[in-house]
T-cell receptor, first 114, second 116 residues
Framework: KNQVEQSPQSLIILEGKNCTLQ??????????LRWYKQDTGRGPVSLTI?????NTKSNGRYTATLDADTKQSSLHITASQLSDSASYIC?????????????FGRGTQLTVWP | EADIYQTPRYLVIGTGKKITLECSQT?????MYWYQQDPGMELHLIHY???????EKGDLSSESTVSRIRTEHFPLTLESARPSHTSQYLC???????????????FGPGTRLTVL
């Protein structure tokens, strides 16, 4: 069964600290993996997208890694800010259709305290 | 900031009412999507469209219907709302840069629907 599992479910850190969010998937075949940030009451916003051949991608203070062999990805946030408080969603796309079906994780709820 | 809009942002209605959730985008994207998301849960695709006059049902069965008469507009309709329809509904659109499925989805702000 194609699944995307994220951990931890929630995380609280102090402003300025770093953190790493995990994503494990069983989606096959694999096309690409995306990380989204979703602020409360808003739609998700794309942070990074990685294909099979890419093992790291950065977007400012966000760095995503991908190990396609172990089917794991991580999102590292450096020097966290209060505005980083949000849900971070891992999404995996297969190659099974023209649409490239997306499998969504439930997200990690990150709270940054001052 | 993506140019995709949803109205209303919040809607509270009684059981049995007919409602239409509006979604429009000004980016000229052919692909559009509707997702349903409950608190703390993953997004579920309920409808999608490849272009004008093209609509398909998604992975999650839904009693809602959609239409795509214009490229920029993708409304979702519930003929008779029930409490089980209470959820957040997110609309998205994507381009097709020809990169083998690496199109980026742009999401609207969502409509939070409550059916009493």
């Amino acid at each position: 069964k194609n699944q995307v599992e994220q951990s931890p479910q929630s995380l609280i850190i102090l402003e300025g600290k770093n953190c790493t969010l995990q994503c494990n998937y069983t989606v096959s075949p694999f096309s690409n993996l995306r990380w989204y940030k979703q602020d409360t009451g808003r739609g998700p916003v794309s942070l990074t997208i990685m294909t099979f051949s890419e093992n790291t991608k950065s977007n400012g203070r966000y760095t995503a890694t991908l190990d396609a062999d172990t089917k794991q990805s991580s999102l590292h946030i450096t020097a966290s800010q209060l505005s980083d408080s949000a849900s971070y969603i891992c999404v995996v796309s297969d190659r099974g259709s023209t649409l490239g079906r997306l499998y969504f994780g439930r997200g990690t709820q990150l709270t940054v305290w001052p | 900031e993506a140019d995709i809009y949803q109205t209303p942002r919040y809607l509270v209605i009684g059981t049995g009412k007919k409602i239409t959730l509006e979604c429009s985008q000004t980016m000229g994207h052919d692909k559009m999507y509707w997702y349903q998301q409950d608190p703390g849960m993953e997004l579920h695709l309920i409808h999608y469209s490849y272009g004008v006059n093209s609509t398909e049902k998604g992975d999650l069965s839904s009693e809602s219907t959609v239409s795509r008469i214009r490229t920029e507009h993708f409304p979702l309709t519930l003929e008779s709302a029930r409490p089980s329809h209470t959820s957040q509904y997110l609309c998205a659109s994507s381009d097709d840069p020809g990169q083998g499925g690496r199109d980026t989805q742009y999401f609207g702000p969502g409509t939070r629907l409550t059916v009493l």
